[in-house]
């Protein structure tokens, strides 16, 4: 039971390259969310998807670009890297949108990226 | 902006006693949820509670909620070394809430 998968697990990019962050869950889960944890600040949603086919932004969605391909895959695009991107990035899904009765959401182990 | 503060920061305890952490947020909630996350992984969640709920239990977790002070606690109880980790509470708001607000989260560290 793989759950939530992202890869790549680490990234070292240089300020201007662009790069994607994939990410996919298995439990058939209609939403999906973009977090970034940075020293200090607790988790920030980045965008997130209510249901296949929608995407909305989240607290910090500046930089950033998403695709929900379909039920199990959601991607991150940063299509410019910058340092202040530097940052541990998770994937979670949950069975339905947030604030509905409330719903567990399920993380990936994240992707460490370093924007140089 | 940050909506749930967990305190303390950091928490070091021995194997065997209670861990208590609390989370004070600032806007009216629609439930509240606790995580735990080991270094180097995802959060794994623990409990939800509702804001019509004062109290859950689950295991050796006890969570509470008092609205009027909008703040929660989570309580360990006969703590394990295998519980030392980063514990973060995280609020859905009642208007027009789609999503979760982290604190920044209490380390916890049990040693044995």
């Known amino acids: 039971n793989a759950g939530v998968t992202q890869t790549p697990k680490f990234q070292v990019l240089k300020t201007g390259q662009s790069m994607t962050l994939q990410c996919a869950q298995d439990?058939?889960?209609?939403?999906m969310y973009w977090y970034r944890q940075d020293p200090g600040m607790g988790l920030r949603l980045i965008y997130y998807s209510a249901s296949e086919g929608t995407t909305d932004k989240g607290e910090v969605p500046n930089g950033y670009n998403v695709s929900r391909l379909n039920k199990r895959e959601f991607s991150l695009r940063l299509e410019s890297a910058a340092p202040s991107q530097t940052s541990v990035y998770f994937c979670?899904?949950?069975?339905?949108?947030?604030?509905?009765?409330?719903?567990?959401?399920?993380f990936g182990d994240g992707t460490r990226l370093s924007i140089l | 902006s940050q909506q749930g503060e967990e305190d303390p920061q950091a928490l070091s305890i021995q194997e065997g006693e209670n861990a208590t952490m609390n989370c004070s947020y600032k806007?009216?909630?629609?439930?509240l949820q606790w995580y735990r996350q080991n270094s180097g992984r995802g959060l794994v969640h623990l409990i939800l509670?509702?804001?019509?709920?004062r109290e859950k239990h689950s295991g050796r977790l006890r969570v509470t909620l008092d609205t009027s002070k909008k703040s929660s606690s989570l309580l360990i109880t006969a703590s394990r070394a295998a519980d030392t980790a980063s514990y973060f509470c995280?609020?859905?708001?009642?208007?027009?809430?789609?999503?979760?607000?982290f604190g920044t989260g209490t380390r916890l560290k049990v040693l044995a």
């Open positions: 439990m058939n889960h209609n939403s």
């Open positions: 806007t009216s909630i629609n439930n």
């Open positions: 979670a899904s949950s069975e339905a949108l947030l604030g509905t009765g409330g719903r567990a959401q399920h």
């Open positions: 509670i509702r804001s019509n709920e």
């Open positions: 995280a609020t859905a708001r009642t208007s027009g809430t789609y999503k979760y607000i």
